[in-house]
């Protein structure tokens, strides 16, 4: 269960912590989290959810989305359609405080900076495909962060002690039942024909939380 987690929570507490500086103080507002049943989505709701946040994922499947409502998410919105009239539908109509974009940003910009109330907040996790335009910032004072997990080994960055304190923070998090492991599936021995059977199913793209192997 341990194994499952270290990438995709590092990622997710550096983003609404350490990126979007999300705390108690923000209990009440919203965190949109585009893609919120994949890897990081599935944490970074759970985390938000803790700080008492409204959290709205969206993902496309009904498993998936059965997957995000277990993991934080409190509302799930269909990403094949339109996010803007769903979100006005749960009375969004001013948009939302936080969006996390566990996507490629670039087919969501435009919808991404309509979501975003007024002097929000905007955190990116994957490469863009293509240019946005970040002139789209200025008329609401949004603010646009990114987040990438091993900059601060690769830059050697001062606080590269940080790294030391997440694992801290949320190992207490997961003992104590606040986290839970997004492990699915566990298959053992480790040899190449169970490492080949695991790459095949992601590859096939609908997998749902993690597959771990274990045991030699
Ligand atoms: C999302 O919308 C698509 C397209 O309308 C539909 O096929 C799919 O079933 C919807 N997903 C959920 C979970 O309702």
Redesign the pocket.
Known sequence: QAAAMPLTTVTAYESLYDRLLLSEKDKGKTLLIINSAGGVGSVASQLAKNLGLKVIGT????E??AFSLQHGADI?L????DLLPQLEAHGYKNGVEYILVNYDPYPYWDTIISAAKAQGKICLIVDSSGLVDIRQLKDKSLTLVSEMMATKIKYETEDKIRYHEIFEDVTRMFEAGILKSTLTKTMSPINAENLKEAHRLLEEKKVIGKIVLSGF
């Open positions: 993902a496309s499947r009904t998936t989305e799930v269909n990403h094949t359609k």
